[in-house]
């Protein structure tokens, strides 16, 4: 079920389409949903459709609209002429993104395809789930113990109700057929005037059909996103079981409190990662790589003994970032798609790197731009220096052999190739090609005028 507005999100993006560890709430259930083995997935859209539609991918799923939303009840009707006759029907919600696929499986057991399973748990701060109501259905009072006879909204409960602290998850498993007489037969009388999916309980209690319940291994899967608020705590949650599974395979983080993994971090022996960094997409660390503090870091390939300094910035987007072994990068760098460094490179403050290729033992130290340029060997380029590689409707190559030293504060107007061993003079606009081995200066000559006064001032 995906199709609420999420009002309390209080946003204009559609609930399920907020991300969680970078990837949408909704997108979670559907990979763990994917694993279950079923026959297909039904996902109920509504508020955002489209968009919600177009960002969500899993085998064997189709959508179902449903317009306008009058609850979960709502939304499966209009999913249950899309489930087969038979069998057992798995409910999600798409705002309880980390339930676990053996949870679930464990409650498509209990339905066997002939109870109503209800995935239960209990929580300090019941606040805003529906609470499971148990023992006698003539409900004198409130209790824990005996048999489930119904799930009381929040908005619903008796103040003696809201004290009850097993809550329903979101999660339940219902025999396909009976579940599509039920839907059926919902109504929408209540404080929110919602058909809610959870009156289906006692409808099969009053049916004499077994209501059964499971329990999650622990809250994290079962927590629902409803707020901002919610949402924090989850991904500290999530971020702190990424962290604590990174740090059992041996990477040692300076703090797990202050680590953000949104993708896939395959790390080597003996990696280091300093405070504040986020990963992104999907990096890989090789052995007794160093990450600095304040790093973000995104589809990037790192390799061996490679140094990244604080303040660095690798964003390798479709074409990817590759550092080469034991080169040092940062502090304040920036890579971009397609920086590919050899081994032994150094990258130094603010310098940026983009589409351009570093063979082994290159330099940029500082304050300098490198854009779609192949550089060899053992370069030295200069502080300040830049290739102008766009002329404004075109990009254009900067070819630079081993062993050059381009000094300071040059301008290589692409297209435009520096020979081996070429020095270019510091302060050049180099916009022809620079021979091999040679001296080359472009810039106006200096002169000093003997006998020249300053200007003085008029009395
Ligand atoms: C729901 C349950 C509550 C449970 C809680 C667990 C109902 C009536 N209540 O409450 O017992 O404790 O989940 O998190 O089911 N949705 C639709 N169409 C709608 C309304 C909602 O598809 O018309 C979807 C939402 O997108 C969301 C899910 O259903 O993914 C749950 O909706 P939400 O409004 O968050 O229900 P809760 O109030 O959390
Ligand atoms: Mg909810």
Redesign the pocket.
Known sequence: ????K?TRMKSALP??LHKLAGRSLLQHVLQTASRLGADGIVT?T?HGADEVEAAATAPNLRFVR?MP???????LQQAAPFLHASGTTLIL????PLIEADTARALVEACGGERLALLTIHLADPT???RILRGDPAGRSATEGGRVHG?R?HRDATLIERNIRE????VMAAPTAHLKRWLAALTNDNSQG?Y???DVVAMAVAEGLPVVTAHPQGDTEVL?V?SPVQLADLERRLQRRQADALMDAGVRLADPARFDLRGELVCGQDVEIDVNCVFEGRVTLGDFVRIGANCVIRNAVIAARATIHPFTHIDGEALGVSVGEGALVGPFARLRPGAQLGPDVHIGNFVEVKNSTLARGAKANHLAYLGDATVGERVNYGAGSITANYDGANKHRTLIGADVHVGSNCVLVAPVTLGKGATIGGGSTISKDAPAGQLTVARGKQVSLAGWKRPVKKG
């Not at 079920?1 to 609420?4: E, I, K, N, P």
């Not at 809550?167 to 979101?170: A, K, L, N, S």
């Open positions: 079920m995906a199709a609420g999420g609930k399920v109920v509504g449903q939303q009058l609850g979960t009840g709502h939304a919600n798409g705002d309880v805003g789930y529906g799930i909204e809550v329903y998850t979101g919602e809610y999916l959870t629902g409803n």
